[in-house]
């Protein structure tokens, strides 16, 4: 090829890539630009007004009996020294101290009903309310939920007050633009932009936690304090941070208004919550439970127990059973279990969906009230505890007993009187007793101890050493790797656990 071919081919593609570079730049410029709402001040300006600062004031007495300090007779700071002390006892000890803390909240009635955070106000003697004009006025708390960390006070106002509306928070998507504002250490009315980032985030808060993760700035001080969305709803109450400094490094969570906005309703409504029961103590579908079980994969909730007294009276729900559904509702872990049926109203028939012995069915439970549960759950507690220690009190220690050969790392012996004298057990309690566990044992390795006794093996009772051992053989020929064990304390708890048998 000749120099000036080759030159012309270096002219011609030079003005190629020149076409090219402008036919990029001129896409550009017409493209718009993807970085987020162009501005938030309008929507902002009309929701200033409805946020609100939460300071809160409470009287601490202090436990020391410490003598107040003394200073030389005709020191110059003695009036300092009495001014700090004032109010003191004589010589000293149990002085009170006023501890103030600040929060934000935000208003849902125009009447002056006013949603936060349980912990800005918790254990306050005194709360005022401060409004974006300044103005302030004193508050009384409603009603609180230290399981959702909600609370709704009220206050008296001459005029209606700017209201901001509750959205849907199930419409919220991963990605979807959110605004935050609130009271960060103790500035008012500052607001922050971000995104959605996670959903369904489980924090241990609390049984209920479903929280919404954000990136908009929240810090100290924005606690109780609205999420809302692009439209101006509430979303969200900010409610907790991550931060190792303090300060906001974007990760912020909300607790979702489709749990808020029943509880608050509830508070509003009632000054206290009115929950669903349904009476079964639950434990989560491991790997090793859901292969015990020929689960195709880990889902729902295990039922390890029936309260008594509770809703469950006709044995429409048993232990071993695992909840798929409740009332439509998948059950995909123990958590959902628990947020359906807090979120059901007290006193509704509802179909349950399990898995017993391999197969699917549904029931149908009538709903009990969750906090009477809890009363008729904790008395049951402190009877059988109280029962329990009078036997250990009336009764002599039992001889030595004789225990089977080593089973999966434990000793049994048979539950009669003597075994049941030995450990306490309630009489009411049957199956086969673990006089031992081997150090390091695969039954180790799951906390079981002795005086526990083994109620079932892979879903079939359990009477005697001899059982536990035939029940175990049998798993290892059916090709299991773990053995499937319900348990029962002394007083008759069970619960639910998997051991190895490699």
Known sequence: MSTRSKSLGALALAASLLLSNVAMAQTAAVRPPS??????????????????????SQRVKNDDDAPTPQVPEGSPYQ??????????????????????????GFVIDPAGVIVTNNHVIEGADDIEVIFANGSKLKAKLVGKDTKTDLAVLKVEPKAPLKAVPFGDSRK???????????????????????????????????????????????????????????????????????????????????????????????????????????????QPVTDDIAE??????????????????????????????????????????????????????????VDVAIIRDGKEQTVKVTLGRLEDGEDVANASATTSDEGSDDKKTDQPPAAEMPASDTVLGMKLTTLNAESRKKFGIADDVDGVVIAEVQAGSAAAERRVEPGDVIVEVGQEAMDTPDDVSERVEELKSDGRRNALLMLSNKTGELRFVTVRME
């Open 79 to 104: 009036d300092f020294f009495d001014e700090f002390f004032k109010g003191q006892a004589d010589k000293g000890g149990n002085r009170q101290r006023t501890v103030n803390s600040l929060g934000s």
């Open 172 to 282: 919220m998507r991963i990605g979807d633009w959110v605004m935050a504002i609130g009271n960060p250490f103790g500035f008012g009315g500052s607001v922050s932009v971000g995104i959605i980032s996670a959903r369904g985030r489980n924090i241990n808060a609390g049984p209920y936690d479903n929280f919404i993760q954000t990136d908009a700035a929240i810090n100290r001080g924005n606690s109780g304090g609205p999420l809302f969305n692009m439209q101006g709803e509430v979303i969200g109450i900010n409610t907790a941070i991550i931060s190792p400094s303090g300060g906001s490094i974007g990760i912020g969570f909300s607790v979702p208004t489709e749990l808020a906005a029943n509880v608050v309703l509830q508070l509003k409504d009632f000054g206290e919550t009115r929950r669903g029961w349904l009476g079964v103590r639950i």
């Open 292 to 349: 015990s079980l020929k689960l195709a994969s880990p889902r729902g909730a295990l039922v390890s127990g029936i309260i008594e007294g509770g809703p469950i009276t006709k044995g429409e729900i048993k232990a071993g059973d695992v909840i798929i559904k409740f009332d439509g509702k998948d059950v995909s872990e123990m958590r959902d279990l628990q947020r359906a049926v807090a979120e059901s109203g007290v006193g509704k028939a």
């Open 35 to 56: 970085n987020g709402p162009a501005s938030v001040a309008d929507l902002a300006a009309g929701l200033l007004d409805a946020v609100v600062n939460i300071s809160t």
